[in-house]
């Protein structure tokens, strides 16, 4: 399995977990791939049981997709140890340590959300 198959398969649970439902053009979209290479892809991972394809009852024709029970297994197993790890890290992180991380993601995250002013401002800064 690689990396881009990891990857829909990680973002085929987390549809599931925010109750939305995946479809290969959504597929397409989120790994940045073509359509055909997506086909390719779900041929690959159907085949190896670790997605299923249904049909969308809307409509009769579009695919909806899923991660398979044993690819929700695979995936947990695959990442228990990554994520004790991160814990580790996290916890270790004294309360000035846990601030300052807290203040640099927000200020990050407000950037990303709302990048009018302040990014306009720093683009002019360093053009000048």
Do not use: W, Y
């Not at 987390?14 to 939305?20: F, I, K, N």
């Amino acid at each position: 399995m690689n990396e881009t198959d990891l990857m829909a398969i990680r973002h085929l649970i987390a549809c599931e977990r925010q109750s939305r439902v995946a479809s290969p053009k959504n597929l397409s979209e989120f790994l940045n791939i073509s359509s055909a290479a997506t086909a390719k892809l779900l041929s690959r991972l159907t085949a190896s049981g670790h997605i299923r394809r249904e049909v969308n009852p809307d409509d009769g024709r579009a695919q909806r997709l899923f991660a398979t029970q044993a690819s929700h297994v695979q995936m947990r197993r695959a990442l228990a140890g990554t994520h004790d790890q991160l814990m580790k890290v996290a916890l270790d992180l004294t309360a000035d340590q846990q601030a300052a991380v807290v203040h640099f993601l927000e200020a990050m995250s407000a950037i990303a959300i709302r990048p009018g002013s302040e990014a306009t401002t720093l683009e002019q800064s360093i053009e000048s």
